[in-house]
């Protein structure tokens, strides 16, 4: 008998078909042969079909299944089994999906918090050099105050020099002109 394992675990389609696709096919991977819990169940749902109260639907089909072999015991282990295998499965995918969440998000968070790291440090450079900027912008205005400062005390005592020069040019000129009329001639 073939067995339909969307009609035992997923007949009304509602399912993720992915995920159902991949679990299914562990189950048909390890199906143990002979007739056990898959069988018993897919017999199960043919008497439920007829409407059966599920109560004697599951009585039946025990009772069925037992001329086949099938045993309390071993339709326990066998739905165990299955259990188990499921349970693997998830183990499996767990570690799959642990190594998807280091690939694609714990690397990439780690990522940006270095990122982030790195933008911060370059903001305390800006943040340093625009302190440098404003001490140097501070001392080339001290520097031109003082340039400025310094060229008008030059300025003024080039100007002090030139007044003080002209004013005793002029005395010795006219002290010069005063003795040259009023003194006589060596000759």
Known sequence: MSIDLIEIFDKQNKLDEKSRTFLLNAIKEH??????YLEYK???IRLEEMELDPSLAIKSAFTTAT????????LL???????????NEYKQFKQALE???????HSRE?????LEKKRENIRKKIRELEKEEKEIVMKLEKMDAETEDARKKIEQTSDRFAETLNAITEKIQTDLELFKSHLPNDD
């Open 31 to 36: 199906n143990q042969s002979g007739f056990d």
């Open 42 to 44: 897919q017999a199960l």
């Open 77 to 87: 282990d066998s739905a165990e089994y299955y259990l188990s295998i499921l349970n």
């Open 99 to 105: 190594k998807q969440m280091e690939a694609r998000v």
């Open 110 to 114: 780690k990522q940006k918090s270095s």
């Open 67 to 74: 001329t086949v072999g099938l045993t309390r015991d071993k």
